[in-house]
């Protein structure tokens, strides 16, 4: 991928652009999220410029990180949003999304989540089941609305990556069988307060390959045509997002200009906008979990090292066994040796690392963890009645808190006893 590398090390100390991680630990406190301003729009910049020379939309996808700092700064770059519930609707709004660049994913739509939606006018509803449409036209029809649709199609692609995050296959609750979608645009068609815009895939995430993305996308070109001769206007062609980082080192994703290079290939003749959900790609790598070593022990053969982070700061290691990689502060000399990092939490998963070889780390250095900008605050809890972390973007030399740290009271706050227990 070859985007820049955005902590850096200078001697013994760890630096994020300008600032000393240690300082930030010191001043905001740990565990802690930090990202780089300028990692964010290096990113966007360059999946920008690969689309350039043709219509496009870069829609980014909230789920990945929903910072209202991180949405504007996306949003300043000409970014719309894609969002999947009404909480990440009013957050895209809140940063200032213009509605029109808004479109609207996921495959469990409330009623009044689809209300909100039309209230305010976003570009598209990407629709995943027929019951859905029928919940869609009705609501736009109490408004007084059509609503603008395309239909997210499950082209059966395996996209070679944890089945966790595949979504494009036929076993997938994702989306509609792409053979029956001539069945379902019809069924758009005859629905007085519904307009086909669009066509959406979305086949996975964190694609290391372009193969399986070229396999859906002449799949969703064939759709297209048939589409066409069938007198439909196919204005806007959702690609959806997944493209990888590069987690472990060992990673080798496509670059966002082959991304683009293939999107434009394959669909750049059906007169139609491209639309691109970027979310990890966009902030993975722009951001840094920071945790405090606590303890080293050694129960027989293995060593572990405790620290004040857990799963449920972070849960890609324990829920996706996700390789990630991690640097010590201060690194100190000595030979490097095979330890378990892990957390506080009551679980056996609730580990980031397993055998990594480490230098020597004494209580009070710092762990941190590369490429924790996407789906860490995000997938963040509450479990074991600890208070969600504070979150930081450094520019230049430059650091602000961009979400304080929650304090106790407000781990219960709207809580309360029953009547007959007071």
């Known amino acids: 991928m070859s985007f820049r590398e955005v902590l850096t090390r200078r001697e013994a100390a760890l630096y994020l652009e300008q600032v000393a991680v240690a300082d930030l630990a010191e001043r905001f406190g740990t565990p802690l999220y930090v990202y780089s301003r300028g990692a964010l729009i290096e990113r966007v910049e360059r999946l920008r410029r690969a689309f350039e020379g043709a219509p496009h939309l870069l829609a980014y996808s909230l789920k990945a990180n929903m910072n209202l700092a ?73 408004l007084g609305k059509v609503a603008p649709i395309s239909f997210r199609l499950n082209p059966d692609v395996d996209p070679e990556t944890h089945p966790k995050i595949a979504t494009g296959l036929r076993s997938s609750k994702f989306g509609i069988p792409i053979e029956d979608a001539a069945k379902a645009y019809a069924h758009a068609e005859s629905l007085p307060n519904v307009r086909v815009a669009g066509v959406d895939c979305h086949i996975g995430s964190q694609m290391t390959s372009l193969g399986p993305l070229r396999d859906a996308l002449l799949r969703i070109k064939n759709v297209v045509l048939a589409l066409h001769a069938q007198g439909h206007r196919i204005e806007l062609i959702d690609i959806g997002g997944g493209l990888g980082v590069e987690y472990s080192g060992h990673d080798d994703p496509p670059t966002p200009e082959a991304y683009a290079a293939l999107a ?71 030979d490097r040796a095979p330890v378990d990092i892990v957390g506080p939490v009551c ?32 997938m963040a809890s509450g479990y074991n009645g600890r208070p969600l972390v504070a979150e930081v973007m450094v520019d230049g030399s430059r650091a602000e808190l961009i979400r304080r740290r929650q304090t106790l009271e407000e781990t219960w706050q709207g809580e309360s006893m029953p009547e007959w227990d007071r």
């Open 347 to 378: 679980e056996t998963t609730d580990r980031f690392a397993e055998q990594r070889a480490l230098p020597n780390v004494e209580p009070g250095d710092l762990v941190v963890i590369r490429d924790a900008g996407a789906y860490g605050f995000a």
């Open 264 to 334: 434009l290939e394959v669909l750049g003749g059906l007169d139609a906008t491209l639309v691109c959900e970027p979310g990890r790609v966009l902030t993975a790598g722009a951001g840094i979990f920071v945790t405090r070593a606590l303890y080293r022990k050694q129960n027989a053969d293995r060593k572990f090292l405790i620290v004040d982070g857990g799963m449920n700061d972070l849960l890609r290691p324990a829920l996706y066994q996700a390789e990630m990689r991690i640097e010590t502060d201060p690194l100190r000399a000595g």
């Open 70 to 142: 991180i949405v504007r700064t996306f949003l300043d770059h000409g970014c719309g949003a894609d969002v999947t519930s009404r909480g990440e609707l009013e957050r895209a709004l809140r940063a200032g999304a213009d509605p029109r660049m808004i479109v609207y994913s996921g495959v469990g739509k409330r009623a009044d989540e689809i209300e909100r939606a039309l209230e305010v006018g976003i570009r598209m509803f990407n629709v995943e089941s027929l019951e859905e449409l029928i919940t869609l036209d009705a609501r736009a029809q109490a």
